[in-house]
């Protein structure tokens, strides 16, 4: 592997653009068989919508659209907003690969890009890191395990806030990145106070799920959401939002649970309560939980990505 650093003198809100930019002049794209870009770039054979549509993101996390003057005073978004549309107005790509058919579904609705140019591959996981072998046996209450840095969008108050609606013998686990103090006072102030754990950042995520009995993902708003398909692989049954990706590679109630509205807090906790109260059911989910996650490999993720490399090259070699 070669890597070549692309200067720039850009920062803060320009960074991004800056850099679509300068690859675009820097990057011959002639002369590679397949240039894969990742990111909101002008010069690719295959560009990858890996994170959604910005706008998209910023309507599901703020529970509005973002409106002229919000963007008048947030310039980063709104060049990433602008920097995202001249990328689909000029169309810059031979092929287009969305990691979930909801992204697919953002870039024909925002950006009148067609479906049947939008090709799904979803992310895929380490089955072979996260595996069942990793479980262990929880005698005490059930173990629900959050997993997400960025807790706000995660839709950690609303695990929260349906938590406190859950009745029985449990403790909920959070794990990642953020400030949990007003998340800590919310479940003081809610009378869980005692049963949530703030853990911050852990090393080994294989066994930060094989300690659990279930893992709740009721994010706001995600692309993909590998948490969901880590928690399969390791056997365990999980809640996911229908805000999420990655609930595609959910059949409901059958390897997993989804829930339409994250901040709904009666659907969120009946769903919670629902494998609370039902151990033989957990372990039904989550033994079919891991049999779907098989599917959604990295190996199977690879081949399907080499497919289309292989498409490209024969179609750039035929001049």
Avoid at 290 to 296: C, G, K, N, P, Y
């Amino acid at each position: 592997m070669t890597f070549h650093e692309v200067p720039g003198t850009a920062s803060g809100h320009t960074r991004h653009t800056a850099f679509a930019r300068d690859t675009a002049r820097l990057v011959p794209v002639a002369d590679y068989d397949v240039v894969h870009g990742f990111g909101r770039t002008f010069a690719q054979d295959l560009l990858r919508v890996g994170g959604g549509c910005h706008e998209e993101y910023l309507r599901r996390t703020r529970g509005r659209p973002p409106g002229p003057l919000w963007l008048l005073f947030h310039p980063k978004d709104r060049a990433q907003i602008r920097l995202e549309h001249e990328v689909f107005r000029r169309r810059c790509w031979r092929r287009l690969v969305c990691i979930s058919r909801r992204v697919a579904e953002e870039v024909h609705r925002i950006h009148g890009i067609p479906l049947a140019e939008c090709r799904v591959i979803h992310n895929g996981t380490d089955v072979g890191k996260f595996h069942p072998r990793h479980r262990t046996p929880g005698t005490g209450p059930v173990r629900i395990l959050f997993v997400g840095s960025g807790f706000e969008r995660k839709g950690l108050e609303q695990a929260i806030d349906a938590l406190a609606l859950v009745r029985g013998d449990w403790r909920f686990r959070v794990v990642g990145k953020g400030s949990a103090r007003r998340y800590a006072a919310r479940a003081a102030r809610l009378g869980i106070g005692d049963r949530v754990e703030f853990a911050g950042p852990q090393g080994d995520m294989p066994r930060q799920y094989g300690d659990a009995d279930l893992v709740l993902f009721p994010t706001l708003y995600d692309a993909f959401g590998t948490v969901t398909l880590e928690g399969m692989a390791t056997g365990l049954p999980v809640i996911v939002s229908r805000q999420a990706g990655s609930s595609e590679a959910v059949v409901h109630g059958t390897d997993g649970l989804i829930v339409e509205d994250p901040r709904d807090a009666a659907e969120l906790s009946a769903a919670i309560r629902s494998l609370v109260d039902d151990p033989a059911r957990r372990e039904a989910i989550g033994a079919a939980a891991r049999l779907a996650a098989e599917r959604f490999s990295i190996d199977a993720n690879i081949e399907q990505v080499l497919t289309v490399y292989a498409d490209i090259a024969r179609e750039k070699s035929r001049g």
